[in-house]
């Protein structure tokens, strides 16, 4: 037996091989996310001129011409790239909670070298994008690979894609835990026993490779805080409700500045260089805008600001996020949105000290920078436990992570009732996914109507009378007759149980079965799945529906809900049968 084949038996049939699997893919990673991390602030200090130990967000003054130029020419590089792949008709990389949640798994390592390239460029350009994207990308593309290459099975697949993702998180921020809930909220989307123990090996893994190599990750540095009383939770609940605000507003502007940026008048490879020239007009104004934001955002939090500077930094950073991303940079809003966050909380507690006093002495404004900044998060990337874990690995106190629990639970429950999914999720949806989340699905969409259809279907012209279909079609023979007009298009639908009703024996040889027809205007069509189709039962209140050609509006079969409802239940108790395992 050969090696790859001794150790394809092990790890899908030993628990134990599979954790070992995600720590090797985890420590791979960690080195990738270092590689990754110094080659962007080195680009940093050779374009900008800036002291290797200082973020480029961080310094109070940078040349505008410079940022101009740089951003130009990265754009420059990013637009031809898009240019080469749409004039090849490449496909759009697949990103990793698309990839589990439709894939199984699988992802293109070279697509994922290329995600993590143009993330590099964007990033060390200045572009206002993070690298965690390309982070998690490279992560999750080499653990695919590894798995594809020991031939895993679906589900393994997932967890081993998830725990690549884990350890990119993970050793980004230093926080073996938030990398382990980030994959089990984002990526795999679920918590299981048997996921678990591989994510977390990864994450800590890869986050025991840098602090090793002694790279300088997101970490930040907190002073020992406390929650003065309970009117303290309670204004940081006020402050979680008004940051879910600002973030579906984020999320509601994202599309129409991509929309403007996309007009068919704008050649695809100059998008990039005119969102370069609108981020650098910002940088001018203030270099925070520059980048992921991390050293901002550690300058901040320990400096007094008026309340004015502090709107105007969030306006001025979440409009070059915007334009980052909608111009064709390519990067995360991972980092940029805890910048953005902590900023709402400082103008909130703010605010509070000069204008409500009263209320401002139960308002810590670090512990409201940190609950903005968690919420503003699962706002926008999702994943309430990520971010609490992610305070509590930074400030590590219970205390205040539970408020910020509370708070980003409350913020959750908001963007799924006004907005119904996170940043981590709308780009699928504008090209018309429904998914609202990593949950696999991808069985979902091979169930279809065309899968689960009859295509015995008993059919009459609609002129025929109701005598005569009863000759034709005794009771207990089928289910319902498919009415057809004159160019064999559906009609109509008729129930036996209303074919053979008492209230139509008088005149049945003369009346036209067509007056009993129903559900003229709801049918189905062969490519829609089961969960589409029990939504149109529901709606039409019906317990069969026809199933037509989208086209040519032929009868080509019917389905019964019982029928639908009894697969769509057994394919959920063999996709999530893990969980009980």
């Not at 009117?231 to 940081?236: K, S």
């Not at 308002?363 to 706002?379: E, I, K, Q, W, Y």
């Not at 018309?432 to 990593?438: L, M, P, Q, V, Y």
């Not at 039962?537 to 639908?564: N, Q, R």
Request: glycine share 8%; hydrophobic share 50%.
């Amino acid at each position: 037996m050969s090696l790859r084949a001794w150790l394809r038996a092990r790890v899908r049939t030993n628990e134990f091989f599979l954790v070992f699997l995600a720590v090797v893919l985890g420590i791979g990673t960690g080195f990738v996310v270092t590689l990754m991390s110094e080659l962007a602030q080195l680009a940093h200090v050779l374009i900008y001129g800036i002291r290797i130990d200082v973020r480029l967000s961080a310094n109070d003054v940078i040349n505008p011409w410079v940022a101009a130029a740089s951003l130009v020419v990265g754009g420059f590089i990013l637009g031809l790239m898009e240019w080469y792949r749409r004039r090849r008709k490449i496909s759009a990389a697949v990103d990793p909670v698309e990839a589990n949640a439709l894939r199984g798994g699988r992802l293109s390592l070279r697509d994922s070298l290329i995600v993590s390239l143009q993330t590099l460029i964007s990033n060390g350009s200045g572009a206002s994008v993070g690298l965690e994207a390309g982070y998690t990308q490279i992560g999750a593309g080499l653990s695919s690979l590894g798995g594809r290459f020991l031939n895993l099975r679906r589900n393994d697949l997932r967890i081993i894609v998830g725990a690549g993702a884990a350890a990119a998180i993970a050793a980004a921020f230093d926080a073996p835990l938030t990398g382990a809930f980030y994959a089990c909220e984002l990526i795999v989307g679920t918590y299981t026993a048997a996921s678990a123990a591989p994510i977390l090996a990864a994450a800590i893994s890869g986050t025991l490779v840098v602090r090793w190599l002694g790279t300088n990750t997101y970490s930040l540095n907190v002073p020992d805080l406390v929650m003065s009383d309970l009117r303290q939770y309670g204004l940081m609940l006020v402050l979680a409700i008004l940051v879910s605000g600002i973030g579906i507003l984020v999320m509601r502007a994202a599309p129409l500045v991509e929309r403007v940026f996309g007009h068919k008048l704008l050649p695809v490879w100059l998008r990039p260089m005119i969102g370069a020239m609108c981020i650098a007009a910002m940088a001018a104004v203030t270099p925070q805008v520059l980048g992921a934001g991390h050293g901002a955002m550690v300058l901040d939090l320990s400096r007094d600001m008026l309340p004015s500077h502090i709107a105007l930094l969030i306006v001025l950073k979440l409009a070059a996020c915007l334009i980052s991303l909608a111009s064709g940079f390519r990067g995360g809003l991972f980092f940029a949105s805890l910048f953005i966050g902590s900023l709402i909380g400082k103008l909130f507690a703010t605010v509070l000290h000069l204008y409500i006093p009263e209320l401002a002495f139960h308002v810590d404004p670090n512990v409201s920078a940190l609950t903005a900044m968690a919420c503003l998060g699962v706002a926008i990337v999702g994943g309430p436990l990520t971010m609490s874990f992610l305070v509590l690995e930074m400030t590590h106190s219970l205390e205040i992570t539970a408020g910020v629990l509370a708070s980003c639970l409350v913020t959750s429950m908001m963007v799924r009732q006004f907005f119904g999914h996170s940043f981590s999720t709308w780009r699928l949806h504008l090209r018309g996914e429904t998914i609202r989340g990593a949950h696999d699905v991808g069985w979902l969409r091979s169930l279809t109507v065309s899968r689960l259809m009859r295509t015995d279907v008993k059919t009459e012209p609609r002129q025929a009378t109701v005598d005569v279909c009863r000759h034709l079609h005794p009771l207990g023979s089928t289910h319902a007759i498919f009415l057809l007009d004159e160019d064999r298009h559906y009609a109509g639908t008729v129930l036996l149980a209303d074919l053979f009703s008492s209230d139509y024996d008088i005149g049945a040889d003369t009346r036209e079965v067509s007056t009993l027809a129903k559900y003229l205007e709801m049918t189905l069509t062969p490519s829609m799945n089961v969960k589409v189709a029990m939504a149109c039962f529901d709606k039409a209140e019906s317990e069969i529906l026809a199933v037509t050609d989208e086209t040519t509006h032929e009868v080509l079969g019917f389905l019964t809900e019982a029928f639908a409802r009894k697969r769509y239940v057994d394919e959920i108790n063999r996709a999530t049968e893990e969980v009980f395992q």
